[in-house]
């Protein structure tokens, strides 16, 4: 079985600055991610797109200083493990040290010839894990958001940055946050025409959070840019809008758009539809936390740092020695705060395997810890401005899919906690229980989608606090491996 | 008997909902506390297959016979969707030895009325054509049926509800009171004692520690068993499949994990596959080495599953009994106590008899002959330190 | 209908895996689609105007939804492999698509 010092799970800004830290106090790193190549979600700027298109704004500061760390991966001894996809995480308990053990599979490069041999997989050991998975984007399901055409507003991004294709020749753009502006710019960049861009929440809203933005600065002349280059391009920038229903046959072919009132709730008789072929929706993010679930650590649900997320303490290392968790991962705060928590991960991991003592680390730590929290807390900040508003969930119709992998409706759902035999003073239906009423999180995604918005749910029809919901129960796979890898492959 | 007063079941699995049912059509309903959600146990993590071929005993074969009677009823009568269907299984063998002693079982059981066909690798390919071709044969066994096991919980648990049966979920039973005369008198629980004079303890492998409150040691210990779900593959199994050795790995007693084939297909068209049989004490983790063994069980028999993907797995805790027949019945030593629980695999399959038997017991104070096999009395340690 | 930017011409991913030709075709379903160095599959096929990758159980069309592999939804198969998702799948020269678009259920293994 192979072993590394330190196993880097997810090539984003986070993994890199892990991967990079460690590495260069000589530990023996390995860099594992699923895409092809580094850059997770947010280094998908690509120099060549971007340099033919004048209409762009430059890169941001953390866009220059991910792409600076992507450049420098392949001169340090980081053993990188792409196209992997880490299956598994547990640990053996020893008296000292504990020892974390990541199952990989690694997809075939050619995915084979007639009937194709899939790889096989593999177990690897390491001393430290850093868990840098990083965040999904959630969104407040409606009435034909399943259509072919109505995609995340990350998805639209990736699309259009890192691959050049436009998701659609008339796009709308609807969601809260401030993802919305760079997607935007980023289409009308490619010649899409962006016919507008929705924001749920209201300026006026903003402005009792000032205070955060100090020591922020790169990020507000960031947004300040992207609104000059909105401007430039005259695409209406609406707040306290959103979509409502989506319509079409085989794909998109229209978007219903409605005003919402101050409580989020769409105003009917403000409907207006719009012909549109690509519909971008996004409100916040979620921690991709199935890793951290599965090794045991200990959760703790806070809206402001977008849900469920591992507890951590200042060193970033969650309740299972050995096992930290950076960027995105463990709380959404932007890329920024990212690349200093994979800096403060990697040096934890270095003194958990006594490559260095604390004094040492407080020196290498130097200004981290403290432009992290500046970091973060400009990013909670976002979070609770942008915070789908409660009223929202009026948009999701008894017939509107939660489930998507199972096609399981709102009305299903409702009518499963309605007969789940828990009178209100009792305790809580979790969304296991619900699982057990209904197929929801029982498709391949295991309710990486469904499973933020029934929690939701949960809390508006029973009135209980959302940390009644729970979690899904993870197991291994976290993600679909084939029969073929595992039958063939490596013994634990 | 005459003072049964109120009737806790303590347990909303497959196993509680079954009493619950059958105590509520004989109008009796029960209040079933449930420490989680209804199927949160053992009956979330089965398949719900209803087997006679992997029978031991004459004695379970009857239980077997009666209970899938029972299935077939309530899949008709009961308003829910079971996902109950009796297309039979294909328990298949890869050496002629192995085939031999296929052959031998099936003549046992013919013999006790059950319907048994020998097939040949080509018998075999016209009811399976995307099994392996390399196998000697199989036996088909059509009279065996699945459920869902979540569904038919669910069904049965929303029945007795209707039938005036009260479910408390979130509602852990740590104990049972008994009073000065050693009968009966509440149950313990983390809101309080409820005060009832019958207990049905349907707890499975969480039974022990409750019953040992009231001076009794069961010989229940929890036999852990791995389930891996694939992605849709529609078409590729008819039947649900067992490999021969199964029955064997379901008898033995053996340390170490045994593992072997089942496949089931489910309405939604995803496989569930099994099997693993392990004493680990009550750990549910689930273990990637016995997934790794259960796929290449599940691709040395199906080939066509290579190029499929596991989406997601999980492990439960099969209440395993030293003569594989559950208890159910009296504790005769502690009046008002009843059990119902100890059916290693077969929870699914003898759910209703159990309820039946144990309906029968609480209304009647009697049961029927095939009830005797599995008197909890017969267990003469059951009686432990009071 | 989505196109790239300008058509023929690939971008050049900063850090594509494989260097070497820009562009080249994929085999979707017998047809020839262009496909750029460092693209996914996903990314080649809404450039082609393909949005409708597979169908669900009950006959639904879907697409890219979450564009990073965790939705499940953009399921194709790819070199008889079924259940690859488009969207993290790297589009590379000589390869086969199959959507699963033709029937109702279809599973989308060779």
């Known amino acids: 079985m192979a072993s590394t010092d330190v196993a880097v799970v997810g090539a984003g800004p986070a993994g890199l600055s892990a991967a990079l830290t460690a590495a260069n106090l000589g530990l023996k790193v390995t860099l594992i991610d699923e895409l092809p190549a580094p850059g997770g979600q947010y280094l998908v700027g690509n120099p060549a797109i971007h340099s033919r298109d004048t209409k762009q704004p430059p890169f941001s500061a953390a866009e220059r200083q991910g792409l600076a760390l992507l450049g420098s991966l392949a001169q340090t001894s980081v ?73 995340t507003i990350g998805a639209a991004q990736l699309l259009a940055r890192r691959h050049g294709v436009a998701a659609g020749r008339r796009v709308l753009l609807a969601g809260s946050g401030p993802l919305l502006l760079p997607a935007a710019v980023h289409l009308a960049g490619l010649g899409a025409e962006v016919v507008a861009l929705l924001e749920a929440t209201h300026p006026l809203d903003w402005l009792p959070h000032g205070p955060a933005v100090w020591g922020n600065w790169d990020r507000v002349a960031e947004g300040r840019r992207y609104l000059a280059a909105l401007r430039k391009a005259r695409i209406p920038y609406r707040f306290g809008q959103t979509v409502v229903r989506a319509l079409g046959a085989e794909g998109l072919e229209a978007a219903v758009v409605a005003r919402l009132d101050s409580r989020g709730r769409p105003l009917r008789d403000t409907e207006e539809q719009i012909s549109v072929d690509a519909l971008c929706v996004g409100f916040g993010f979620v ?46 705060a932007g890329a920024s705060a990212a690349m200093l928590e994979g800096r403060l991960a990697g040096l934890g991991a270095a003194c958990h395997l006594g490559r260095l003592n604390e004094a040492e680390r407080t020196r290498e730590q130097t200004t981290s810890a403290g432009r992290r929290k500046r970091a973060k807390r400009f990013g909670v900040m976002l979070n609770t401005l942008f915070a789908p508003p409660p009223g929202l969930s009026a948009i999701t119709t008894q017939d509107t899919v939660i489930c998507r992998c199972e096609e399981v409706t709102a009305g299903e759902v409702r009518a499963a906690i309605l007969a789940g035999g828990f009178p209100l003073t009792r305790g809580a239906m979790t969304l296991d229980a619900l699982k057990t009423r209904t197929r929801v999180g029982q498709g391949p995604c295991q309710g990486r989608t469904c499973g933020p918005i029934l929690a939701r749910m949960l809390a508006q029809e029973t009135g209980r606090p959302p940390t009644d919901a729970g979690m899904f129960h993870v197991r291994p796979p976290i993600k679909p491996v084939p029969l073929a890898a595992l039958a063939g492959g490596e013994q634990p | 008997m005459s003072e049964r007063g109120d009737v806790v079941i303590i347990g909303g699995g497959i196993v509680g909902a079954a009493c619950a049912y059958y105590l509520g059509g004989a109008d009796v309903p029960a209040l079933v506390l449930e420490r989680d959600y209804p199927a949160s146990g053992t009956s979330r993590a089965c398949d719900g297959l209803i087997l006679y071929s992997d029978k031991l005993s004459e004695a379970e074969l009857a239980l077997a016979r009666a209970s899938a009677t029972l299935w077939a009823d309530l899949a008709a009568s009961l308003d829910a969707d079971l996902e109950y269907n009796r297309r039979g299984t294909v328990v298949l063998y890869e050496t002629e030895e192995g085939l031999a002693a296929g052959r031998r079982k099936a003549a046992e059981l013919q013999l006790a009325g059950v319907r048994a066909e020998v097939l040949d690798p080509a018998g075999l390919r016209a009811l399976e054509p995307n099994l392996a071709p390399d196998l000697a044969g199989g036996v088909y066994y059509p009279d065996e049926a699945q459920v869902d096991a979540r569904a038919a919980t669910l069904a049965m648990l929303d029945a007795a509800r ?16 008994l009073d000065a005369s050693g009968r009966v008198c509440a149950v313990t629980t983390r809101d309080g004692d409820v005060p009832c004079r019958t207990v049905v303890c349907a707890a499975g492998v969480w039974s022990n520690e409750i019953v040992r409150t009231a001076g009794v040691e069961l010989p229940v210990k929890p036999r852990k068993g791995h389930i891996l779900v694939t992605a849709r593959a529609p078409g590729l199994i008819a039947h649900p499949l067992l490999e021969g050795s199964y029955a064997a790995s379901v008898k033995s007693s053996a340390e170490g994990v045994q593992v072997a084939l089942v496949a089931e297909m489910t309405a939604s ?97 009697e049961a029927p002959p095939l009830a005797e096999a599995v008197r909890p009395g017969r267990f003469p340690s059951l009686m432990g330190e009071r | ?47 082609s105007g393909r949005q409708v990758f597979r169908r669900t159980a009950t006959g639904a069309p879907r697409g890219v939804f979450c564009g990073m592999g965790v939705c499940f939804d953009c399921l194709v198969t790819v070199n008889g492999q079924g259940d690859q998702r488009a969207c993290i799948t790297p589009a590379r020269p000589g390869m086969r698509v199959r959507l699963g678009i033709a029937e109702r259920g279809h599973d989308g293994v060779d």
């Open chain 1, 79 to 151: 053993e990188t493990r792409f196209e992997t996809l880490v299956w598994h995480l547990g640990s053996d308990y020893e008296p000292f040290p504990r020892c974390w053990t990541l199952g990989l599979y690694h997809f075939p490069p050619e995915l084979g010839g007639q009937g194709g041999i899939a790889g096989k997989v593999e177990y690897l050991t390491a001393g430290a894990v850093i868990l840098a998975s990083g965040a999904r984007e959630q969104v407040v399901p409606f009435p034909g958001w399943t259509l072919p055409g109505v995609m």
């Open chain 1, 287 to 332: 921690p991709n936390s199935e890793l951290a679930q599965l090794a045991g650590a200990s959760f703790r649900f806070d809206p402001a740092n977008g849900g469920w997320a591992s507890e951590l303490d200042e060193g970033l290392q969650t309740s299972a020695p050995g096992l930290f968790v950076a960027g995105e991962a463990g709380g959404i």
């Open chain 2, 162 to 177: 209707a039938m005036g049966a009260v479910l408390r979920g979130n509602s852990e039973v740590t104990g049972i009171r």
């Open chain 2, 269 to 365: 068209d995803t496989l569930l596959l099994g099997s693993s049989r392990e004493f680990l004490g009550y750990d549910r983790t689930v273990s990637p080495a016995v997934v790794q063994a259960i796929a290449a069980r599940a691709v040395r028999f199906l080939p066509g599953l290579a190029q499929r993907s596991i989406i997601r797995s999980y492990a439960g805790l099969r209440p395993w009994s030293p003569d594989h027949l559950p208890l159910v019945g009296p504790v005769d030593s502690v009046p008002g106590l009843y059990l119902a629980a100890g059916h290693e695999g077969a929870g699914i399959g003898l759910a209703p008899v159990t309820g039946q038997i144990l309906a029968g017991w609480i209304v009647r104070d």
């Open chain 3, 1 to 47: 209908m989505t196109w790239n930017r300008s058509p023929g011409a690939c971008p050049t991913a900063p850090s594509s895996a494989a260097p070497g030709d820009e562009s080249f075709t994929i085999d979707v379903d017998g047809a020839a689609v262009p496909a750029c160095n460092g693209q996914t599959v996903a990314a080649a096929l809404l450039a």
